[in-house]
């Protein structure tokens, strides 16, 4: 692809400045001085002046399979000439072909979808089918997670600034997670005995009515920064949520579709099966669609009418489809395990190096550096972790911000980048992280 010819001096002070006047301005964006996107082709994006970036964070985990992928284009563009919309009032091929193919990749018997625009709406139909068909109101969540911007699903979160007014929590309590780096009660791994998972049976004991209708978790934390549990985890609180009658949701709206490596789903990692699992972002490569898939007997027991007038529209279907089929053809859960393997070695050197990297963490292509100002009593570097974000755009590397405290980069490229990209990647992020220590120091 040839880089595309540079615009007038000035063109994006004007996008930024109508971004300013006719959008929220709780629509925030990245860098001191917003960087306007213009075009993007499989690993690249160009902004308005017609400087490239190497995309390492993928529109936030949407774009599994390289941006305008035109075995993804292809299909969408032939749909939306074919049958845009006409709504779920209509069987068509393409909800049908894309339901067919998540029910084959899904684990257990995980076999029916609803569909939505969206990760948020995704949840808020687990939370709703899970509270239908137990008959129990109360929903186990964890600190730290995210789960979208609905009412409900700000409430289930466990993030401050996402749960800001309007936030009503009746029935849900939330479980200290399993953030090793930064254990509650102080402990180490193993030798903690994994109390974190232990704790959620005297959470549903003293928080909840003693009879929940869900348990909701990611499998690793996204927004949260990429937060990994140790491997017994989700097995320990799985037998919890059972004993207490609850359903197990999944929320792989950033685990889920190859990302984390050898799985299609991240919580296939920690070998539990979900009663529901959720799905949106990297699903259709950049297309909004989210998915709630379960079984064929709890798909059943919702009661009353439902539906989402766009929810699994055929184009947003046809991409999702698509993109599943480059995971397939492309043998990308391999990949993502080897060339993510190898990632994590080089962020491992660049660690070593660097007294602000506290912990590298992460699966597969989501891993994630948290910055601290001191390794000792691991305080927070949030203004080191702005200033690397400002650095690595200098170098022409996009990467993501995350975690409570602002001070985690999350880098999660697209799952077919080649191991070259990850080198020019790793450099990069080396050079910005010498500018941003020195200037720490
Ligand atoms: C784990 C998780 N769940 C749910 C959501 C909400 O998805 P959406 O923004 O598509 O509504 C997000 C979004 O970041 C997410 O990361």
Known sequence: MTTPAKTAAGASDEVIRKHNEYLWPAVTNFYQKPLVADRASMQHVWDLEGNQYLDFFGGILTISV???NPKVTGPVKAQVDRLQHL???YPNEAIVGLAEKL???TPGALHSSFFTNSGTEAN????LLARMATGSFDVVALR???SGGSSLAKAVTGQAPWRKAGVVSVGIAHAANPYCYRCPWGLKYPDCEVACANDVENLIQTGTSGQIAAFL???IQGVGGFITPPPEYFKIVFKTVKKYGGLFISDEVQTGFGRTGKKWFGIEHWEVTPDIMTCAKGMANGTPVGATITTKELAASFQGLTISTFGGNPVTAVAARATIEVIEQEHLIEHVNTVGSYFRERLEQLREKYPLIGEVRGKG????LELVKDRVTK??????????LERTREQGLLVGKGGLYGNVIRLSPMLNIPKSDVDQAVTMLDKALALTSSAAD
């Open 103 to 105: 029910a084959q990749i």
């Open 379 to 388: 305080q927070p570097a949030p203004q080191a972790t702005a200033q690397l």
């Open 124 to 127: 808020e139909a687990a939370i």
């Open 66 to 68: 390289g941006h305008a």
């Open 217 to 219: 978790a990611e499998p």
């Open 87 to 89: 709504s779920t009032l």
């Open 365 to 368: 292509l989501m891993q994630a």
């Open 144 to 146: 730290h997670g995210y």
